[in-house]
């Protein structure tokens, strides 16, 4: 079964520093791997996904993020931190069958300190 | 945004009492979901829809039933809601192809007292 592991419920940043928010997935086949924000008391929103093809992914809002194959990682980074990115973070893993499930991590919290 | 709505927004009920939480899309969208977040789990997929009348369960199904009778509404069901079901309900659809991304309702934040 696939799966994704995030590394830390909570990061906390200064404003204008490196953002970097681990996610590292398992997955027999090649996998479909998104990244989610939520702001407070809304759903989720894409800021950006990997299927196939380059493996530097860029999403809204100034984020990017790297698949690695050889350590079956999908990090997510910015490199200078907003307050306004302020939010929880969701990594998942699309499983690459018939129902086409959607597998999340436990969410990182993200602070940004002034 | 896409179009799915989410019913009620909030909800307080008690335990014991039946509850239906309704999902209503306007994209077409062949497959529909129910998640639960609860803090320090993330988003747990309680059931999924591939179809109309087409339904399977999540890995946390139990004490949840669904039905979906049209492509646009989705309801999900807690038969005897307990206070282990106080959760935020985010329904999410999505289109076919494991490469395509899941969009999300607003969420129901329901309470059982």
């Known amino acids: 079964a696939q799966s994704v592991t995030q590394l830390g419920s909570h990061v906390s940043v200064s404003e204008g520093a490196l953002v970097l928010l681990r996610c590292n997935y398992s997955?027999?086949?090649?996998?479909?791997l998104f990244w989610y924000v939520q702001y407070p008391n809304q759903g989720l929103q894409l800021l950006l996904k990997?299927?196939?093809?380059?493996?530097l992914v860029k999403g809204i809002n100034g984020f990017e993020a790297e698949f690695k194959k050889s350590e079956t990682s999908f990090h997510l980074t910015k490199p200078s931190a907003h307050m306004s990115d302020a939010a929880e973070y969701f990594c998942a893993v699309s499983e690459a069958s018939g129902t086409y499930k959607y597998i999340f991590g436990t969410g990182t919290r993200l602070k940004v300190l002034a | 945004d896409a179009g799915i709505t989410q019913s009620p927004r909030h909800k307080v009920t008690e335990t014991g009492t039946p509850v239906t939480l309704r999902c209503h899309q306007t994209e077409n969208h062949r497959y529909m979901y129910w998640y639960r977040q609860d803090p320090g789990h993330g988003l747990r997929l309680i059931h999924y829809s591939y179809g109309v009348k087409d339904t399977d369960k999540g890995e946390v199904s139990d004490g949840y039933s669904v039905s979906r009778s049209k492509t646009e509404d989705f309801l999900l069901t807690l038969e005897s809601a307990t206070s282990s079901q106080t959760s935020v309900y985010f329904c999410?659809?999505?289109?076919?192809?494991?490469?395509?991304?899941?969009?999300f309702g607003q969420g129901t934040r329901l309470t059982v007292v």
């Open positions: 997955s027999s086949v090649p996998p479909y």
């Open positions: 999410a659809i999505s289109g076919w192809g494991p490469n395509t991304e899941a969009f």
């Open positions: 990997y299927t196939t093809g380059a493996t």
